[in-house]
Nanobody
Framework: QVQLVESGGGLVQAGGSLRLSCVGS????????MGWFRQAPGKERERVAT????????NYAESVKGRFTISRSNANNALYLQMNSLKPEDTAVYYC????????WGQGTQVTVSS
């Protein structure tokens, strides 16, 4: 099983940037398509971005397209999310997981964007 630990969240003003990181331990996730997900208060968890195992295909939710960039380092068993031009509606707890959500969820990292 893979244990996932997210980091890099924080409080930022609208228009600012953050870079989230996710590191896996216990087992490599290099052969899996991975994704970033987020959950805002009172809302369901939603998929934000996904990336294939070889980084050849990346997909984004319409709400973040052009502002967020997903990337990975299989050598480091790590997943990243560069978030630019942040908006208050991006405020949520962000999680990483396999694209099909097969791994146990980590604790996530809080992103708060002030207006």
């Amino acid at each position: 099983q893979v244990q996932l630990v997210e980091s890099g969240g924080g409080l930022v003003q609208a228009g600012g940037s953050l870079r989230l990181s996710c590191v896996g331990s216990g087992r490599t996730f290099s052969s899996y398509a991975m994704g970033w997900f987020r959950q805002a208060p009172g809302k369901e968890r939603e998929r934000v971005a996904t990336i294939t195992w070889d980084s050849s295909i990346r997909n984004y939710a319409e709400s973040v397209k052009g502002r967020f960039t997903i990337s990975r380092s299989n050598a480091n068993n790590a997943l990243y999310l560069q978030m630019n031009s942040l908006k208050p509606e991006d405020t949520a707890v962000y999680y990483c997981n396999a694209e099909d959500r097969k791994f146990e969820w980590g604790q996530g990292t809080q992103v708060t964007v002030s207006s």
